[in-house]
DNA sequence: TACTGATAGTCAGCATACTGAGCAATATCG
DNA sequence: CGATATTGCTCAGTATGCTGACTATCAGTA
């Protein structure tokens, strides 16, 4: 019987469990009140203005119909806005607003202090020993899920 | 500006994300519809006959609210069972049916390749690595959770 | 024993994540 | 050009995971 510690998926489950624990815990603290998942679409669609939601949930590996949801909320929060593409009427080309903007330079500190948290039980180097091994393992494992990491086209 | 790659939580992210696809891939391969979360479950209701929910879900490290729901899934498919406690009428205790050993005996080959897929992109060494530093990190995290992993009792 | 606090379980509500279906619009190809 | 395939997005439904609140019960103590 092999047990629980043994097994990859278990592990993974466990430490996916305390990273966002940490992460909401840090960012409370901090006065604001944003998910691990907004806090990555919010900093991408900073990066990419303009994308549609697609290209975001490419460049981030969720889900498609997991997104929508997702950007509602940024949107109601009144951090990101959604607009009808000129280019393709059935897409929405996403930008941040200078709320969004200002949100994010001032959640900066929590997220990296919330990083550091997450690998307080490892010394540097093994810290970035894990990531390089779950960034191996993730680019081996990229197409097995429903929602792979896409490079931005063009 | 971080890159995503550096952030660990995001690798965890990305990691039980790959974890769930494979699990739930491999599985159904093999004929039978069981989540991560109820093989996690059942597996230790086996081991640990007539133990409570809320010793199941310290062992596997779920908050007790979700593990209401992933029993009545277990309860409704046939392959536990949940009666009164004789000793605390608060409490519940579980059962695996012969459905349930079945079940996951039938499944333990699945389960087993899964783990193996999750690690693909990496050598035997670096696998057995990853799981160290991950069994290490969570361990200094574990109380950050609201769900802690908990030794059974006496 | 009566009071107080802790514990087992459930429920409502919210936020991921996914499957599968569907609509509208665009792209492609005969 | 027109039929077909593909693409962008949304929605309904299901399964984790969590917060916070609530009931029932138990345990410890004044």
Do not use: C, W
């Amino acid at each position: 019987m092999k047990d629980n510690n043994d097994m990859p998926g278990h592990l993974a489950r466990r430490f996916q469990q305390i990273a966002v624990a940490v992460f909401l815990a840090e960012v409370e603290k901090a006065g604001f009140d944003l998910t691990p998942v907004q806090y990555a679409a919010l900093a991408t669609i900073k990066s990419n203005p303009g994308l549609d939601q697609v290209t975001l949930a490419g460049l981030i590996a969720y889900d498609r119909t997991t997104i929508t949801g997702v950007i509602d909320r940024l949107v109601q929060k009144g951090l990101a806005e959604r607009r009808a593409s000129s280019r393709d009427r059935r897409a929405r080309e996403l930008e941040i607003t200078d709320e969004g903007k200002r949100t994010l330079r001032k959640i900066t500190p929590a997220v990296e202090s919330a990083q550091r948290i997450m690998l307080l039980g490892l010394n540097a180097k093994e810290g970035e020993e894990l990531m390089r091994l779950l960034r191996k393992a993730i680019a081996a494992g990229n197409e097995r899920s429903r929602a792979p990491l896409r490079e931005a086209q063009e």
